[in-house]
């Protein structure tokens, strides 16, 4: 196993536990029915997981498929293709799909610029589009004769005009740069606390809070493009329910089905390594001790790099910071 430094906090699996919960995977080879894959992660090939599922029991489908890049996940390689290539992946890929949703059902695509126009071209065919979200990776390497690359796209869709957003759920707290007061020197739109003046804001489609997960993070693990839990409690309190089904059928380790257990939806998870579904069930253990979010607190999210108490020490601050 390799030797990791001390402060590496990124989850591994030892054989034991890799014997332990692979017990706990599920492999479908007939069709099922919701309550039989309720709270399930399947390890499998998701085309033929979806041809087993029942139709329309999916509330909120996210899907973060293997961007149009080359790419090796645990071994199995993703080939770069076309725009008109990769277009017919989504299609073999997201199509089947389709008929698992509700007609309240919202979607949430993941793509980065390079992948971003087949996505769209998918997304306007099945869906109703409903905005793009770009959200900043602050991690990227520099390039000396092009623009550095550092954000990443989401299509925010919906079956139809009938849908669910919950807007109180997903609001911001920021810190105010220039405190405006009424005439009589109270606050305007804005409350002083004890560590700085904050402003409850709706959220934009441009997400500047996240930090993507990394080695002294206690929710990071070796997926290559792993997403952060703080993503996806975003999406997930936007875009459904206490006890509504979240699908993710590129589960990797298990991130989505994670933040769904801990607000308290349920979750079905589709992912063909075996490793990162072990990786995904010990992380939903984990989940059942803890059910904090990083950069997510009393029902609103933060800024990255502020911390809602002040009674913390220097260093404690510090090794705050570098975990929102």
């Given amino acids: 196993m390799e030797q ?3 402060r590496n906090r990124t989850l591994i699996l030892t054989s034991e536990e890799t014997a332990y919960y692979s017990r706990k995977l599920t492999t479908l080879d007939r069709p099922v029915s ?7 992660t399947l390890c499998q090939d998701m085309l033929s997981a979806a041809s087993y599922l029942p139709e329309q029991f999916v509330d909120l489908l996210f899907v973060d498929p293997p961007y149009n890049l080359d790419k090796d996940f645990n071994g199995r390689r993703f080939s770069r293709r076309n725009q008109a290539g990769y277009l017919e992946m989504l299609e073999m890929w997201l199509s089947p799909l389709i008929r698992l949703l509700r007609p309240t059902a919202s979607v949430y695509i993941c793509s980065d610029w390079n992948s971003c126009g087949a996505v769209q071209l998918f997304a306007e065919k099945h869906f109703h589009i409903r905005n793009r979200i770009t959200w900043e990776r602050e991690k990227g390497r520099g390039a000396k004769t092009n623009w550095k690359n ?6 925010y869709c919906t079956v139809s005009d009938d849908f669910t957003f ?4 997903v609001k911001v707290k920021r810190k105010v740069i220039a405190p405006y007061t009424h005439n009589d020197g ?20 441009l997400w500047t809070d996240l930090t993507v997960p990394f080695w002294s993070m206690p929710e990071n693990t070796d997926h290559p493009t792993q997403k952060p839990e703080k993503l996806l409690a975003k999406i997930i309190l936007a875009g459904s329910n206490p006890g509504d089904m979240v699908l993710d059928p590129f589960l990797g380790s298990g991130t989505t089905s994670v933040v769904a257990k801990k607000l308290g939806r349920n979750y079905l998870g589709i992912e063909i390594d075996r490793t990162y579904c072990c990786l995904a069930e010990k992380r939903l253990g984990m989940a059942e001790r803890d059910k904090t979010i990083q950069g997510y607190a009393d029902g609103v999210f933060r800024e990255r790099n502020t911390v809602p108490n002040v009674n913390v020490s220097q260093s404690q601050r510090r090794l705050r910071f570098a975990s929102l």
Avoid: M, Y
């Avoid at 309550?35 to 399930?40: A, V």
């Avoid at 550092?150 to 299509?155: G, L, N, V």
């Fill in 4 to 6: 990791r430094a001390p």
């Fill in 186 to 205: 109270q606050p305007k739109d804005w409350q002083k606390e004890a560590d700085g003046s904050f402003r409850i804001t709706h959220p934009s489609n």
């Fill in 150 to 155: 550092c954000s990443e796209d989401i299509w």
């Fill in 34 to 40: 919701v309550k039989q894959i309720l709270d399930r």
């Fill in 166 to 169: 919950n807007v109180d759920a």
